[in-house]
T-cell receptor
Framework: KAGVTQTPRYLIKTRGQQVTLSCSPI?????VSWYQQTPGQGLQFLFE???????NKGNFPGRFSGRQFSNSRSEMNVSTLELGDSALYLC?????????????FGNGTRLTVT | AQSVTQLGSHVSVSEGALVLLRCNYS??????LFWYVQYPNQGLQLLLK??????LVKGINGFEAEFKKSETSFHLTKPSAHMSDAAEYFC????????????FGKGTMLLVSP
C-alpha cells in the first residue's frame, strides 16, 4: 500500500506570494491532518479534515487555509507568505478519527520563504 | 489543556547501551499517548501508542514504553541501542478523544556513538 504522498517536496517562494501544498492520503483513509514543523516552535497542528469537512483547526492566522476533496486528497494554501512561514509542512492520514486511528505521516513539503 | 514534556533535547548513548527517553504528561484523566520517530528528511513514524489497555506497550524496532499514572510518565526504552536508532523522537498526546489531533512534545534527539 502506498504511503502518504506530499507534493512538492521542496518549494521556494518570495514574501507576499501564495502557495498551495498537496497531500494524497493512504488509500481508504478518510481523515487528513496538517502540521507545521519549525526549529523554534516544533510541531504545531494546523487543520484536521474528515469526509471533506474541517473538524478541527489550530491556532494559525486566516492566511492558512485548507480543503479536502471527495477522494480524500487535501490541499493547504498559505497566502501573503511571511518569512516565518518557512517550515516543513507535514500531512498525515488515518482511516477514521480518534486515538484508535493513529496518524500516518508523509515526508513533508519543505517551504522556504525568501 | 493536555500537554507533554520531554526531558532533554539531546540524549547520547553508546551502541549496545540502554536507551531511555523521558516523557511526562499533564492530564487529570488517562490520556492517549504516542511515541513517534523522525529520521532526517522524513516524516514521522509511529513507534507505539497507549490507549488505556496494557500499561506496558511494545512497539516497533524493539522499543517499549510504560504508562505510569502515579508518575504521569510515559518513558520510552530500548534495551540495546543500534546506530540506526539515531533520530529525533517525539512524545505526543491526543487531548480530545473525538479527534485525531496530536499535541507534540519538543522532541529528543537521540545520538548513538560506536
Amino acid at each position: 500500500k502506498a504511503g502518504v504522498t506530499q507534493t512538492p517536496r521542496y518549494l521556494i517562494k518570495t514574501r507576499g506570494q501564495q502557495v498551495t501544498l498537496s497531500c494524497s492520503p493512504i488509500s481508504g483513509h478518510r481523515s487528513v491532518s496538517w502540521y507545521q514543523q519549525t526549529p523554534g516552535q516544533g510541531l504545531q497542528f494546523l487543520f484536521e479534515y474528515f469526509s471533506e469537512t474541517q473538524r478541527n483547526k489550530g491556532n494559525f492566522p486566516g492566511r492558512f487555509s485548507g480543503r479536502q476533496f471527495s477522494n480524500s486528497r487535501s490541499e493547504m494554501n498559505v497566502s501573503t507568505l511571511e518569512l516565518g512561514d518557512s517550515a516543513l509542512y507535514l500531512c498525515a492520514s488515518s482511516p477514521g478519527q480518534g486515538p484508535n486511528s493513529p496518524l500516518h505521516f508523509g515526508n513533508g513539503t519543505r517551504l522556504t520563504v525568501t | 489543556a493536555q500537554s507533554v514534556t520531554q526531558l532533554g533535547s539531546h540524549v547520547s548513548v553508546s551502541e549496545g547501551a540502554l536507551v531511555l527517553l523521558r516523557c511526562n504528561y499533564s492530564s487529570s484523566v488517562p490520556p492517549y499517548l504516542f511515541w513517534y520517530v523522525q529520521y532526517p528528511n522524513q516524516g514521522l513514524q509511529l513507534l507505539l501508542k497507549y490507549t488505556s489497555a496494557a500499561t506496558l506497550v511494545k512497539g516497533i524496532n524493539g522499543f517499549e514504553a510504560e504508562f505510569k499514572k502515579s508518575e504521569t510518565s510515559f518513558h520510552l526504552t530500548k534495551p540495546s541501542a543500534h546506530m540506526s536508532d539515531a533520530a529525533e523522537y517525539f512524545c505526543a498526546v491526543i487531548p480530545n478523544s473525538g479527534y485525531s489531533t496530536l499535541t507534540f512534545g519538543k522532541g529528543t534527539m537521540l545520538l548513538v556513538s560506536p
